[in-house]
């Protein structure tokens, strides 16, 4: 991203002036600041060095397409636990070397955020978000096998 591009994105004006009748902060300044952009362009391409091992965010381990990463975080951080305990009591190599061969890809994922970056349309969306077949893209994107079917309206 450019500097200005960054600066840009930085601009909290448009959103303080459009929440102004429901909050405002005042002329105080921000006792902290935290933000950073969400990792999601894929698994970072070094992810491990000996005897250590990035997981979650810090492993760029968050879905390209919703931006959600709790359950991989969750998933491979409790994994990763696991596999330095036995690294610690000798059982297995250390994990830099064969844990993160696991890591997911997400090659669907990246694939759908590389169409949606490239023939993003407000269109065709608006019109596509009426169909059972878009619901049923959206059920399973953001609710997996396991979710049910999104409320109706
Ligand atoms: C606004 C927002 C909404 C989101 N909504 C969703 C959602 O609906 N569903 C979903 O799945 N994901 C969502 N995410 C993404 C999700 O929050 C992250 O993918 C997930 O929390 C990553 O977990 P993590 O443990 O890798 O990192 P984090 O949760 O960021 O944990 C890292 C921790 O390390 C601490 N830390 C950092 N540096 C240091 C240091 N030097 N020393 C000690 N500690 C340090 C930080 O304070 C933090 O507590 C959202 C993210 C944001 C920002």
């Excluded at 909050?23 to 950073?36: F, I, L």
């Excluded at 830099?96 to 407000?122: E, G, I």
Aim: proline share 8%; glycine share 10%; net charge positive.
């Amino acid at each position: 991203m450019s500097r200005r591009s960054a600066t840009a994105a930085l601009r909290l004006d448009p959103l303080l002036r459009k929440i102004a009748s429901v909050v405002s902060p005042g002329d105080a300044p921000p006792v902290a600041v935290r933000a950073g952009m969400i990792p999601c362009g894929g698994v970072l391409p070094v992810v491990a060095r000996e005897r250590a091992l990035l997981v979650g965010d810090a492993a760029g381990m968050v879905s390209p397409v919703t931006a959600g990463g709790i359950h991989t975080a969750l998933q491979h951080g409790e994994r990763a636990g696991e596999a330095v305990a036995r690294f610690v009591r000798g059982e297995v190599g250390d994990p830099a070397t064969w844990f993160v061969r696991n890591y997911p890809r997400f090659l669907l994922k990246r694939s759908l955020r590389w169409a949606f970056d490239n023939f993003q349309s407000d269109w065709m969306f608006n019109h596509l978000l009426g169909t059972p077949q878009m619901r049923r893209m959206a059920e399973l994107i953001y609710f997996h096998r396991k979710g049910g079917p999104l409320p109706k309206d």
